[in-house]
């Protein structure tokens, strides 16, 4: 599979943008906490996907030929988008870091990263499924793109800001993530099913989907598998499981539902299968 830089860049904007929100929603909770560590890691992760956007169209001075045409292309506003959300964490990191008294900017930053990052997935969705590819075009890829942003950006919250968050919270966030998955699999496998059903290019996906079962096994397997290990001291009774315990269970956790993301998104670009003219 020759789209590893692409990859990156959508997992890694997702997340970056999932761990904004999170952000955004830990200060309505906490008013007095900056979390810092997981604006310094939205930051960081959406400046490592812009810069592999900018590896897979092969020179940097294709990304200004990419905002070229904005009025009609879908890949043109997800560039500009992903570009602005990125200067957005950035100045967002810098402020939590060096400006923390400076309330009105944070706040205003904040928001405006969460609402922007949400409308970038959905350019990035609408890149995707008006691609001429089947297995691509779908709700099941919204339903991805958004479910793995949301799941991604509730651990790196959870993982940052473990210390941070009162013993309520500690078990909300490992429910988020596992509600997250399970709609995750909810669309995708009955989608799957259905392509068999539809053209030649479908069922070719759907054959494609076929011959990589166990692949896919093991991607849902490490995703239902991470979040459920999630949930294990969320529902220890209070004091059963101590802090370092609790947090090395959400480290041990988190790598094995990231690693099963990033399965899902090869499987994601290695099922494509055009019907005519492929992705633009």
Known sequence: MDETALLIFTLCLQAAIGSMIFITLGKQLYKDKQFKVSALISACLSVVGVLASFVHLGQPFSALNSLSNLGSSWLSKEALLAGIFMGITVLYAWVQY???????????????????????IFSMVKVYTMASVPVWDGTNT????????IALGALIFLVSSFKELNEANQRLFPFIVLATVVIQVAAAVPYAFSLGLNGMAAQASAEVLSEMGVVIALKWLLILGGAGLLLWPAIQKAGATGAKSASGIIYVAAAILLIGEIIGRYVFYASMITSHIGLT
Request: glycine share 10%; hydrophobic share 45%; charged share 15%.
């Open 98 to 120: 060096y400006r923390p008294e400076s309330q009105g900017l944070n706040t205003v930053l904040r928001w405006a990263g969460s609402v922007l990052g949400l409308v970038t």
């Open 142 to 149: 919204f339903v991805d793109f958004y479910a793995t942003a």
